[in-house]
């Protein structure tokens, strides 16, 4: 039973030895000094000077909300791609019928001007 987990066990303490190497090679020999550009809070890619009120536009939602749903789309092709000769043609052909309505939904998003940044 332990062989066959053996590799497993190997490479986790391996990991943890070369992550704990370099934790404490660093704080031996890592610089000490303070900068206070470093040491200030950063955000988002916002600096600390934004007023806590700050409020992103509309049209930065939608394009996040867009970016992630046509992502998530497409990652569902990668199963269909990488097998496709084992599901044959039917497989084919719901293939080219999702790409085709995610390029009809794609382009009437974007003709919606939901892609424009304001």
Request: aromatic residues 16%.
């Amino acid at each position: 039973m332990i062989r066959t987990y053996l590799p497993a066990i190997v490479f986790l303490a391996l990991g943890a030895i070369v992550g704990c190497t370099f934790a404490l090679l660093n704080a031996a020999f890592g610089p000490r000094r303070r900068i206070p550009a470093k040491t200030q809070p950063y955000e988002c890619g916002l600096p600390s000077e934004v007023k806590q009120g700050f409020r992103f536009g509309i049209s930065f939602y939608l394009i996040a909300m867009l970016f992630i749903l046509f992502d998530i789309e497409v990652i569902f092709l990668f199963p269909i791609a990488a097998e496709l000769r084992a599901y044959g043609t039917f497989a084919l052909g719901e293939l080219i019928t999702f790409i085709v309505l995610l390029t009809v939904a794609f382009g009437y998003v974007w003709r919606r001007g939901a892609l424009e940044w304001r």
